[in-house]
């Protein structure tokens, strides 16, 4: 495991314990009040109210809720280099939820006396919670700063860019006295060029300012890639920074299509054009404006919400659906000769493939003469299969994918590399649907529908891209609402 993702579980796991903790001790409190000082209870003594069986069993679940709670807000998603205006945030409204469930829970059980005690409960245990908790993670979270101030942490980072601007932005990064700075690992054109080892930007460590030329002639662009493959995978690298000056963005493009695969944290440093076309998103009022090119512009909370959603959604389907699953299997053995199911390599999450799995709608060896889209009248598939197709009923098998990880519900489709490289020969931008896990429905298969070449792939990509721009629950929603009423209304192809 490299040094950045040990890091990030050590920290984790600190949060993780820290608001067990915290949490615990706010609840074992919150009880001895509400013995003390409410009517229905102070008739118990202290001790054997406390260890009664009932309090015990709250003691152990109630901070485990709390957790999970916090989970879903997405405070764990990110343990190093929080901001500290969200953690303030996170933890208020974590408390506030929290203690109103309780709240809610309690008076199932309790009867209080005065509606005024009702208010007065649910505040004390809000405050207890938000003191203890935010008081514990204010202390990790200092930890980590000043780690970061003592150059103790540091970021490892690839640059592929412009070497002037290469230099402020490493100047900006380590001016900025709440954030880690930047170890520079290595420096690289856009084009993947190897940078000169001799050169200002490794200079830049030791506070020298030469006017060498920062690269060299490529000699070979496959082997520059191999290398800094080989780096990210041995954990020598934290992340990479790409620098763009606004007139290269098809280079920008390539140089990510070799580089979503390695599950590093990619950065771009936005041009000004940028600033006004891009959606920058800070978490940090003193942060340098760099977009995430690996993460999507959903909240940590909702990218939870929308995992868990998939796999209750996606178990509850393969559950229910199993009598008649099993009726279209044995549909498809009887419909034609070959097997039920048909896999085939993907290109998934982070430019990762991985096995899609669906109902076998063609005659076995469709593909006999290399890799062909499917079109109207297409005389690959069997009678049962356009039946299939026609409802999407051969693309059931994919909730499987999505309980694996490899898919959700809702995301831009998956694609083979072979068009995969087709599309973004004329559709560059095409690299970035490897922000997000590719789904079984898509914005693109609700606007456009099943595509017969690369030119109506790429028409039908363009929709995908929006999607990933304003990823949104509420979006996700009204594309699986549009997607039943296609399965229902028949208009599968």
């Known amino acids: 495991m490299d040094t950045r993702a040990i ?9 993780l314990a820290g608001d067990y903790l915290s949490f615990s001790v706010a609840f074992f409190i919150f009880n001895i009040i509400r013995n003390q000082f409410f009517y229905y209870t102070s008739d118990i003594p202290l001790f054997n109210y406390i260890f009664s069986q009932k309090l015990i069993l709250e003691q152990i679940l109630v901070p485990l809720g709390m957790i999970i709670l916090a989970w879903f ?11 500290r205006l969200q953690e303030l945030t996170s933890t208020i409204a974590t408390s506030a939820i929290g203690a109103f469930i309780l709240f809610l829970l309690m008076l199932l059980n309790d009867k209080l006396g005065r509606r005024r005690d009702n208010y007065q409960i649910i505040l004390i245990l809000f405050g207890l919670f938000f003191i203890f908790s935010y008081g514990v993670r204010l202390i990790i979270t200092s930890y980590s700063i000043k780690k970061f101030r003592r150059h103790q942490w540091k970021n490892k980072t690839i640059f592929i860019g412009d070497k002037n601007r290469v230099k402020n932005i490493i100047r900006r990064l380590n001016s900025i006295p709440t954030r880690s700075g930047v170890e520079l690992i290595g420096l690289y054109s856009l084009s993947l060029k190897k940078k000169d080892p001799e050169s200002d930007a490794f200079n830049e460590k030791t506070g020298k300012d030469e006017n060498k030329d920062s690269f060299v002639e490529p000699t070979d662009g496959e082997r520059v890639r191999e290398e800094i493959r080989s780096l990210c995978q041995k954990g020598k690298v934290d992340q990479i920074i790409i620098v763009s000056n606004g007139e290269n963005d098809k280079k920008v493009m390539q140089a990510l299509y070799c580089l979503f695969e390695l599950d590093i944290p990619i950065k771009i440093a936005p041009d000004e054009f940028s600033f006004i076309t891009t959606s920058i998103r800070l978490s940090d009022i003193y942060a340098e404006p760099l977009i995430d090119l690996t993460s999507s512009s959903m909240s940590e909370s909702s990218k939870n919400i929308k995992r868990t959603f998939d796999i209750v959604l996606s178990f509850l389907a393969l559950l229910l659906l199993f009598p008649f699953l099993l009726i279209i299997a044995i549909a498809v053995k009887l419909s034609s000769e070959g097997p039920v199911f048909y896999s085939q390599e993907r290109i998934g999450y982070r430019h990762k493939p991985f096995e899609i799995h669906k109902f076998r709608s063609m005659y076995i060896d469709a593909e006999a003469n290399g890799p062909k889209l499917s079109s109207d009248n ?8 356009k039946w299939m197709r026609k409802y999407r009923i051969d693309e059931l098998p994919q909730f499987w994918n999505v309980l694996k990880g490899e898919m959700s519900i809702v995301g831009p489709r998956p694609e083979r590399a072979y068009f995969i490289q087709r599309i973004v020969t004329n559709l560059p931008y095409y690299t970035l649907l490897s922000q997000v896990r590719p789904g079984i429905t898509s914005w693109g298969m609700v606007k456009y529908g099943y595509a017969k070449d690369v030119e109506e792939m790429i028409k039908r990509a363009k929709f995908d891209l929006i999607y990933i721009s304003n990823m949104s629950l509420a979006m996700d929603v009204k594309i699986l609402i549009y997607t039943i009423k296609t399965i229902l209304t028949g208009k599968g192809v």
């Open 73 to 83: 807000s997405g405070y764990y998603n990110q343990a190093v280099e929080k901001s």
């Open 7 to 15: 890091r990030n579980k050590k920290q984790r796991l600190r949060y």
């Open 378 to 385: 297409d005389t690959r598939i069997t009678p049962f299969g």
